[in-house]
């Protein structure tokens, strides 16, 4: 089944407690992305990743790094977690050069950092 | 920059057509997307828009204006299983820019 995967679901941390959220996809897309969804807000690309090794700041990178070692996976790393970092983060991915470029989302994972 | 906009909220009853707006300002135009997001969920993908006109699939239409910046997505014979957020999503130019609206909730009332 074609489909993006996000572990954890459900995190609660502390403040500065380095954590990792990973993101992995299965249909070979070049193209994978973060984004957070706060309320009223809506959806905020933070980072996305155009191939291997290829990776570029959305719209709000700060307090977040990437890595695109392998095509499959796109870990969102929180070096020092804040209070402001709490969210709903989904890795979504797509095929470049696709007729639509729609994104495929995975589950979500929210995040809570006291 | 990008400024996207759509209503904050919308009620339908069951059965009717509901049409929900997205107003666009954006640097350069390669196409608008809605998708579907219940509660919790991730986002779906309901359709794309690239050229003027509008685009049929099943109880779902969507329309697009781009000299006028504007788009549309119109749901027929509402079911509640509607309920959802319908977000407006733009790319502006080049892949990988998607902006979203902050999306409207669409309540489906019997």
């Known amino acids: 089944e074609a489909q993006v995967t996000q572990n954890p679901r459900y995190l609660i941390t502390v403040t500065g407690k380095k954590l990792t959220v990973t993101c992995s996809q299965n249909?070979?897309?070049?193209?994978m992305s973060w984004y957070r969804q706060d309320p009223g807000l809506g959806l905020r690309q933070i980072y996305y990743?155009?191939?291997?090794?290829?990776?570029d700041k959305g719209d709000v990178p700060e307090g977040y790094k990437v890595s695109r070692k392998e095509k499959r996976n796109f870990p969102l790393i929180l070096e020092s977690p804040s209070p402001n970092q709490t969210s709903l983060y989904f890795c979504?991915?797509?095929?470049?050069?696709?007729?639509?470029?729609?994104?495929?989302f995975g589950e979500g994972s929210r995040l809570t950092v006291l | 920059g990008q400024n996207i906009d759509q209503p904050t909220e919308m009620t339908a009853t069951e059965g009717a057509i509901v049409q929900i707006n997205c107003t666009y300002q954006?640097?350069?135009?390669?196409?608008l997307f809605w998708y579907q997001q219940h509660a919790g969920e991730a986002p779906t993908f309901l359709s794309y828009?690239?050229?003027?006109g509008l685009e049929e699939k099943g109880r779902f239409s969507s329309f697009l204006s781009r000299s006028k910046g504007y788009s549309y997505l119109l749901l027929k014979e509402l079911q509640m299983k509607d309920s959802a957020s319908y977000l407006c999503?733009?790319?502006?130019?080049?892949?990988?820019?998607?902006?979203f609206g902050i999306g409207t909730k669409l309540q489906v009332i019997p």
């Open positions: 954006t640097s350069g135009f390669n196409g």
């Open positions: 828009n690239v050229l003027d």
């Open positions: 990743s155009m191939n291997v090794e290829v990776t």
């Open positions: 999503a733009v790319k502006p130019g080049g892949y990988q820019k998607v902006t």
């Open positions: 979504a991915s797509s095929k470049s050069g696709g007729n639509t470029g729609e994104l495929f």
């Open positions: 249909m070979n897309h070049e193209y």
